[in-house]
């Protein structure tokens, strides 16, 4: 058995330990629905099937209504099925996207006038930002004033800060990205801001202990690292021996550790961001 097989069939018997054999009762779907999104009040339940329950529910706050499911999926690795596990679905973020949106229609189309600007929305399909603002003219001065503005819209509507890691982006009229205010840090970030950010996110992911302190450029040859053992990552200029890599230093009790802006594969065969921190 290989060893990539191996872990996946340990992890596999993990999730069946933990998982449910079965669907989710309409009390546990209940539970799960004001956990996750808020106050909400049952309207009807309904079984489509002995593998799924449907559960339908009126938000408290702002009285949209939306469904949580409970349903059972194959656990299938490598073509063969290992059993089946209970998930759970909904469609809470996009009824929840669509009553905002619909409720500050009107302001939006306020901002696009005051500002001579186009506003975009998601589409619902995968919602990771709030709208995007197209400049109709080269004059972007007043960048972090309307973002703020069309970010503040959505914030001040989404009182449970389930939005929390969404943006609103901003482009040029050639259609550049040039930044996004960001919702939970209360700021307006520049593509580079928000690399730096993309980093310190993984330092403190590390170990709590860690305080970012800067970032420098060095050599990658510094880094001591072998480049056969270099994974290419999409999006990111390759990785050779000539190239110069940013370093983003931070400390733990004191002592100065980095990460570095490309990836390496550890031992079980996954990637990860080098750093020379060990915990």
Not at 8 to 29: F, T
Not at 99 to 126: F, H, P, Q, R
Not at 133 to 153: A, F, G, H, P, R
Request: with cysteine; charged share 25%.
């Amino acid at each position: 058995m290989g060893k990539k097989l191996g872990i996946a069939l340990i992890c596999v018997l993990l999730l069946l330990s933990l998982a449910g054999c079965s669907v989710a009762s309409e009390k546990e779907v209940v539970k799960y629905a004001e956990e996750k999104y808020g106050k909400a009040t049952l309207v009807k339940t309904e079984e489509p099937s002995d593998e799924e329950i449907v559960c339908y529910f009126k938000d408290k706050e702002y009285g949209f209504e939306y469904y949580v499911t409970s349903y059972m999926n194959d656990i299938i690795i490598d073509g063969s099925t290992f059993g089946s596990a209970e998930n759970k679905g909904s469609n809470f973020d996009i009824q929840y996207y669509n009553y905002i949106n619909d409720t500050i229609e009107a302001d939006l189309s306020a901002i696009e006038n005051k500002y001579n600007v186009d506003i975009s929305i998601s589409d619902g399909s995968y919602i990771y930002y709030f709208a995007r603002i197209y400049y109709k003219t080269s004059d972007t001065s007043n960048v972090e004033v309307v973002s703020k503005e069309v970010s503040d819209l959505y914030t001040a509507l989404d009182t449970r800060h389930y939005w929390k890691d969404l943006v609103v982006e901003v482009y040029d009229a050639n259609d550049e990205y040039l930044g996004a205010y960001h919702y939970e840090q209360e700021a307006w970030m520049t593509p580079e801001d928000e690399t730096e950010l993309f980093y310190i996110e993984h330092i403190e992911n590390l170990t709590s202990k860690a305080v970012y302190l800067r970032k420098e450029q060095h050599s990658f040859t510094e880094t001591g690292v072998d480049i056969n053992n270099v994974v290419t990552v999409l999006g990111n200029p390759e990785v050779t021996v000539d190239s110069t890599v940013t370093y983003y230093i931070f400390s733990v009790d004191g002592e100065e550790y980095y990460m570095c802006d490309f990836m390496v594969m550890d031992d079980i065969g996954g990637y990860v961001w080098y750093t020379n921190y060990e915990e």
